[in-house]
């Protein structure tokens, strides 16, 4: 098996800590070399799969924990938001993820808003498994800057 | 990590400016200040983003509440000020073609 390291961070399921979960996300990002453009796509799609798991946690009444496994890979970053408090294991969990269209109850977070639609813009890939809680499992590699002269930092959204 | 709202009241205009992070932790206390604006008959409303340096889908949920009030109580959304990161995410869902966004003066990052 490919070697990574793995970091997992378990808050409880409050949108209050969903700013901390953030700060983690950019400084592991950070860490392995992800441009600032990026970091801010992940921070927004993992916040919006934690604001997602706390929303679960609220409507069920529970006093749960979500816990946000981080994979760093030396090409990608994996991410998985888990709504239940138990750890988990990344190739146990990878073993039962399939793709999103697939699965039915995913209707009911599409209701949420924009949550999954920016997941989806955000990452490269997006895993949803339904079978014990919810999981999401999110994927964006890490793009080498190859050439500095032609390299697209500068935003074109002006 | 947390958002600070002030609001201004300039005759028939009220601006509201924003600092700070918009998520499912602050969103509510924005939703509770933009809300009651949105509701007062022809009052237009201007919510400055200059200061925002984080929003999510939760942001743009209250800004859809904030457009369908102004539909049933005739009062005017503008966003100004947005940074490109904020702007980027209206563009990304297509809320930029319903909500009046003055992209004309962006803020910076």
Do not use: C, W
């Not at chain 1, 990002?29 to 946690?57: C, P, W």
């Not at chain 1, 009444?61 to 990608?76: I, K, N």
């Not at chain 2, 600092?19 to 509510?28: F, H, K, L, Q």
């Not at chain 2, 966004?101 to 803020?107: A, C, H």
């Amino acid at each position: 098996m490919e070697p990574f390291d793995f970091i997992e961070i378990k808050v409880p399921a409050k949108s209050d800590y969903i700013g901390v979960i953030r700060l983690s996300t950019s400084g592991i990002a950070n860490r392995m070399g992800f441009s600032i453009e990026e970091i801010e796509d992940l921070k927004v799609a993992i916040s919006e799969a934690v604001t997602n798991a706390t929303t679960h946690a609220y409507e069920r009444q529970e006093e749960g924990e979500v816990t946000v496994g981080f994979g760093l890979y030396h090409d990608r970053l994996e991410v998985m938001v888990a709504d239940h408090g138990g750890s988990f294991d990344l190739s146990k969990v990878k073993a039962v993820i399939g793709p999103y269209e697939s699965t039915e109850p995913i209707e009911n977070l599409r209701e949420g808003g924009f949550g999954l639609f920016l997941i989806e813009a955000l990452m490269d890939k997006v895993e949803i498994n339904n079978d014990y809680g919810v999981i999401v499992l999110m994927t964006k590699y890490l793009h080498e800057n190859e050439v500095g002269l032609d390299d697209n930092q500068i935003s074109t959204t002006q | 990590m947390n958002l600070t709202l002030d609001v201004v009241n300039k005759g028939s205009t009220s601006i509201v400016s924003l600092e700070g992070e918009v998520d499912a932790y602050t969103a509510p206390e924005l939703k509770e200040t933009l809300l009651p604006l949105m509701r007062k008959n022809g009052l237009e409303v201007e919510v400055n983003l200059e200061k925002v340096s984080y929003m999510d889908s939760t942001g743009l949920g209250i800004f859809i509440s904030a457009l369908k009030a102004s539909k049933e109580y005739n009062s005017k959304l503008r966003l100004v000020k947005l940074n490109d990161r904020v702007y980027r995410l209206f563009e990304i869902t297509g809320l930029n073609k319903v909500i009046n966004i003055d992209s004309t003066v962006r803020g910076g990052f």
